[in-house]
């Protein structure tokens, strides 16, 4: 299930959900009971890591792959 970022209007507070994309827009109250919140949007970054270089094509290139280019 995805997490989701809310925003309360009354106290500033931020806070998450855990919950199914279906309950996505349905109104989230804030930890202090607070019922004026905004959905924030939210960003995916992926990371990673790797091992080498990036992998080298072999052979030609260019429009044709090398065959017909001179």
Known sequence: MPT???????CAGTFELLRP????GAP?????GHQ???KLLTTVA????ASGPAP???GGGGCCGGGCCS
Do not use: H, I
């Open 4 to 10: 989701y970022a809310y925003r309360c209007r009354e």
């Open 21 to 24: 994309m279906s309950e996505s």
């Open 28 to 32: 989230a109250p804030c930890p202090e």
């Open 36 to 38: 004026d919140t905004v």
């Open 46 to 49: 992926l990371t990673g890591s």
């Open 56 to 58: 080298v094509s072999a």
